[in-house]
Nanobody, 122 residues
Framework: VQLVESGGGLVQAGDSLRLSCAAS???????MGWFRQAPEKEREFVAA????????YYPNSVKGRFTISRDNAKNTVFLQMNSLKPEDTAVYYC?????????????????WGQGTQVTVSS
C-alpha cells in the first residue's frame, strides 16, 4: 500500500489549500484520516472519513475550517483547508486504517504517507 500526499505549500493567513492523498496497492476502500505534526510538537489528529464518505469527524481546532472528502473511483482523499492560521503550520500526513468506520487515534492506522509541508505566514 502506498499513500502519496500533494498540495502543500506556503500561504498567507486567511488563505486556503487543498491537500490530496492518492492511495494505491489496496483492493478495497477503507476509512482514512489526516494528521499533522509541527516542529517539537506531538502528532495531532486533523480529520477522518469513513469508507464511503458518509461520515466525517474533526477536532475543535479545525472544525468549520477544514473539510475532508474522498473520491473512491480515484482512490483519493482530500483535505480542503480554509481560513488558514499560522498555527496550522505543520507537516500533514494522510493515513489509512483497515477498518470501515472512522478512526481518530494514530495507532488505529496501518499505513501512512510521507507527508506534505504546509506553512502559513502571518
Amino acid at each position: 500500500v502506498q499513500l502519496v500526499e500533494s498540495g502543500g505549500g506556503l500561504v498567507q493567513a486567511g488563505d486556503s489549500l487543498r491537500l490530496s492523498c492518492a492511495a494505491s496497492g489496496i483492493a478495497s476502500t477503507y476509512a482514512m484520516g489526516w494528521f499533522r505534526q509541527a516542529p517539537e510538537k506531538e502528532r495531532e489528529f486533523v480529520a477522518a472519513i469513513n469508507w464511503n464518505g458518509g461520515s466525517t469527524y474533526y477536532p475543535n481546532s479545525v472544525k468549520g475550517r477544514f473539510t475532508i472528502s474522498r473520491d473512491n473511483a480515484k482512490n483519493t482523499v482530500f483535505l480542503q483547508m480554509n481560513s488558514l492560521k499560522p498555527e496550522d503550520t505543520a507537516v500533514y500526513y494522510c493515513a489509512l486504517t483497515l477498518r470501515y468506520s472512522i478512526a481518530t487515534m494514530g495507532h488505529e492506522y496501518h499505513y501512512w504517507g510521507q507527508g506534505t509541508q504546509v506553512t502559513v505566514s502571518s
